[in-house]
């Protein structure tokens, strides 16, 4: 496994990934040795690389997207090794979540065929190696409301990336039209 520390216009991410695919990320930290540290933490049998055919194109879209520019990320290849079913579905379904869209956790769960699991959705993106990759953000507690976020900056990040995509609440959830950031 290799990985690449990088500044963004949000501040410094890591990028770790192997032939088959990307392993972990950093979202954007304070300083570059803050997100050394982030990506050795994730990735502790990591060396530094460049960034190769694979990470290169990568690095690029997670630096436009910082930049405001729209990126999908959902066709990356990724390398998550082994992790429970449950995790693999709910992954792969918060993986069609675009730009800018949101849903619950429990939504998401339903998407995925857990209809009563939004509680162990939480858990599971809790536990994403590779958030932005695998949007994260975009799942929000019932109510639209925000809930958590495990990367660095924790819930002003989170807040900060939906912004940046102009995301709304889910739709199913009329009590509320927009963030209040």
């Not at 695919?21 to 990506?39: C, F, K, W, Y």
């Not at 190769?52 to 630096?63: F, H």
């Not at 792969?92 to 959705?121: C, D, H, I, W």
Request: charged content about 20%.
């Amino acid at each position: 496994m290799r990985y690449h520390v990088f500044k963004t216009a949000f501040g410094w991410c890591g990028l770790a990934w192997t032939d088959a695919g990307v392993a972990r990320t950093v979202l954007p930290s304070a300083s570059e040795n803050e997100a050394r540290r982030g990506i050795a933490a994730k990735a502790p049998n990591a060396a530094e690389g460049t960034p190769d055919a694979l990470a290169g194109p990568i690095v690029a879209k997670m630096q436009r997207y910082f930049e405001g520019e729209r990126e999908d990320f959902s066709e990356i290849p990724l390398d998550l090794g082994q992790m429970p079913p449950f995790n693999r579905a709910i992954y792969t379904a918060a993986r069609v979540l675009r730009y800018g869209e949101t849903t619950t956790y429990g939504g998401l769960a339903a998407r995925a065929g857990f209809p009563t699991a939004s509680r162990e959705t939480g858990v599971a993106m809790g536990r994403n190696r590779v958030p932005l990759i695998i949007p994260c953000h975009r799942v929000l507690a019932a109510g639209g409301k925000l809930g958590g976020f495990s990367a660095p900056g924790g819930i002003l990040a989170k807040q900060r990336m939906l912004a940046l995509e102009r995301a709304r609440p889910p739709a199913s959830d009329p009590a509320q039209e927009s963030f209040a950031f």
